[in-house]
């Protein structure tokens, strides 16, 4: 009996690559269909109750045409497709979801148990991409990349910036507080350490690697992180604890003149507390690459302050991410199809 297979894949998530993976590994006789989406050229959304989406965080597509897409299909592969409680009775062949991504939030999980569909995901699928963007975050930061180059576009030659009282520091020199220590949190200490820094962890959750502690990583409070570092980079998820974990107590307990990176979740920081800090000198500078509301208004005052450098939340964007998550996915699907439990279920 033939399996039917969607996938709905967008211009990051290339459909043709989930295609060519699932081909790779999956045997027998299989219906595949795929569906390119424009996402990220348009923006995805964020919740919809008018649409039925009130229960799923982030999503691109409109139900109806994601349901006539999906059709009788047993087997969705998605990055971005919703998927609600209402659109589940109405696709009553549909048994497994491979969401390609670090969490299912396209997805209304308790339908989705309530209706017997499995759901898997790719957890850590790009943790080495935005730990590699972390550091060279931190590196545009304390070596003033960014403030030297922004003076040259302007045609400004800032040999200032050699004056001992204005150059940058090295990391060798720095301590360098990691909050949150899962997938990309201990990625990215594994990096700093070969630049020498001290590194602090706070994550009271884990415990540190026995590697990392014979490096003299300390695994300590957020008091303690806060007021010994001289660089914050944030890597927790957003949970009712960490919303808004950057604010204004916080901020007020930092090292005068510290470093804040935010490659992970924008509701991690309270922006308007950060705009005071930045002004104030207490925050010397700020890399921030997600933001509460994207795309960003174009009269965010951020934008206009020149010790902050602002990316378009692309630090997961990565070729090699692609490829890896689709690997993870066809692998999740040959799991079903041979009748073996999945690796990663959510």
Not at 223 to 231: C, E, M, P, W
Not at 256 to 274: C, M, S
Request: with cysteine.
């Amino acid at each position: 009996m033939r399996k039917k297979i969607a996938i709905i894949g967008d211009n990051f998530m290339l459909p043709q690559v989930f295609r060519a993976e699932i081909e790779k590994v999956a045997t027998g006789d299989l219906d595949i269909r795929t569906l390119q989406t424009a996402w990220p050229d348009e923006p995805m959304e964020f919740g919809n109750r008018a649409l039925g989406l009130d229960k799923v965080k982030e999503y691109f597509g409109h139900p109806d045409e994601v349901v006539d897409f999906i059709g009788d299909a047993e087997i969705l592969v998605t990055q971005l497709a919703p998927l609600s409680e209402a659109m589940m009775r109405r696709l009553p062949t549909l048994k497994l979801v491979a969401v390609s991504r670090g969490g299912p939030i396209n997805i209304d999980m308790a339908a989705a148990r309530a209706h017997g569909i499995t759901v898997v995901n790719v957890p850590g699928r790009n943790a080495t991409a935005v730990a590699e963007f972390t550091i060279g975050a931190i590196l545009a930061e304390t070596r003033l990349i960014r403030v030297g180059h922004e003076a040259l576009r302007k045609g400004e030659w800032r040999g200032d910036l050699y004056r001992a009282d204005r150059t940058g520091r090295e990391l060798s020199e720095m301590t360098v507080g990691v909050i949150g220590y899962g997938n990309i949190g201990t990625k990215v200490v594994r990096l700093l350490r070969a630049f020498g820094c001290h590194v602090l962890v706070c994550d009271p959750y884990v415990q540190l690697s026995a590697d990392d502690r014979n490096a003299g990583v300390e695994l300590v409070s957020l008091d303690n992180l806060l007021v010994r570092s001289d660089v914050v980079t944030l890597h927790p998820r957003v949970t009712e604890e960490t919303r808004g974990l950057i604010g204004q107590d916080t901020i007020a307990r930092m090292k005068p003149g510290v470093i804040l990176i935010n490659t992970a979740r924008g509701p991690l920081v309270d922006y308007d507390a950060l705009y005071e800090a930045l002004v104030s000198g207490q925050i010397a500078s700020a890399m921030l690459e997600t933001f509460a509301i994207e795309p960003v208004p174009s009269d965010w005052p951020l934008l206009l302050l020149p010790n902050v450098t602002l990316t378009p939340h692309i630090a997961g964007a990565s070729v090699r991410t692609v490829t890896y998550a689709a690997e993870q996915a066809a692998e999740e699907v040959r799991r079903y199809l041979a009748g073996l439990p999945p690796v990663n279920p959510c």
